[in-house]
């Protein structure tokens, strides 16, 4: 008896200590229980109840909304557009601010410049006569110039060449024919005006452009003896695109390979040219259009 009694106390003193230790261990901060030890609970389905047999699925907010998916939307005042009516926009990212309308900027209408029939019709007709105008000649040979023509062409050139502008002013016509300088009205001294046009003060540029018009081919132009006159540089009277090698040459003595361009564009040779009457009279020495 006394040996029985003294295990049931060891066997009691044991017991003990396990429940010290268990208690101690779930006392631990941190401690938990593994998922398999978790007691399970089952939870009988009414039988005869609707959707006994039924699963029911509902979709998770999206991260940061806490509203609950069975929740109902905010009452809102009637005719109140919601967010739920507002058209959603199928290419805007989540998560990001929504983007302004695309906004299409109209094209301007063409430019359409209203065309004159009258005039078109003018310009038909004068191109046509210009066309049916012969190209007259280009001459070289001075001995063919009637004797004036060729005594105040040498004299204009001699002046040219001594590099005294002044030796051109006793050449110049003066009273209702004189010497056209200009398109315009020039008022004042008739050389003093030629050494405007020069580029340097002495007037020696504007010599040497008088001198290399003169030295160019010539043609005559008019028909009667009224207006008929012997025009250098013959390039006046020529088109400019019908010019040969050569004749390109000696247009590049007188203007640059760039003025040639610009006056094919304009369609007309009008850089400084000069003429002189039958009779010998200086008529003109100008340049433009």
Not at 111 to 127: C, K, M, N, S
Not at 221 to 243: C, R
Request: aromatic share 8%; net charge negative; hydrophobic share 40%.
């Amino acid at each position: 008896m006394a040996a029985r009694s003294g295990f049931e106390a060891w066997l009691r003193a044991a017991f003990a200590c396990a429940a010290l230790a268990l208690a101690g261990t779930l006392a631990l901060p941190g401690a938990a229980l593994a998922l398999s030890e978790l007691p399970r609970e089952d939870v009988p389905v009414p039988e005869g109840q609707d959707g006994a047999d039924t699963i029911e699925r509902h979709d998770l907010p999206p991260p940061g909304q806490t509203q609950r998916p069975d929740a109902q939307p905010p009452a809102t005042e009637e005719g109140e557009e919601t967010d739920e009516d507002a058209p959603e926009d199928e290419t805007q990212p989540a998560g990001e601010a929504p983007r302004p309308p695309a906004v299409t900027v109209p094209l301007p209408d063409p430019v359409v410049i209203p065309r004159d029939p009258d005039r078109d019709a003018t310009q038909e007709t004068e191109g046509a006569e210009a066309d049916d105008e012969p190209v007259p000649e280009v001459q070289y040979d001075l001995s063919l110039l009637p004797e004036p023509v060729r005594r105040m062409r040498d004299l204009i050139v001699e002046a040219c060449l001594s590099g005294d502008i002044e030796r051109l002013r006793p050449l110049l016509s003066t009273g209702e024919g004189a010497t056209q300088l200009s398109f315009g009205a020039i008022s004042g001294d008739p050389i003093a005006f030629l050494r405007e046009l020069s580029g340097d003060e002495e007037g020696h540029e504007i010599l040497a452009i008088l001198y290399e018009v003169l030295s160019a081919g010539y043609v005559k132009l008019g028909q009667s003896a009224e207006d008929e006159m012997y025009v250098w540089p013959y390039f006046f009277a020529v088109p400019l695109a019908d010019l040969n090698p050569r004749q390109r040459v000696e247009l590049f003595k007188i203007v640059t390979a760039g003025d040639y361009e610009d006056m094919k564009n304009y369609g007309a040779y009008i850089f400084y040219r000069t003429g002189i009457s039958p009779e010998g009279r200086w008529l003109f020495f100008v340049a433009g259009d």
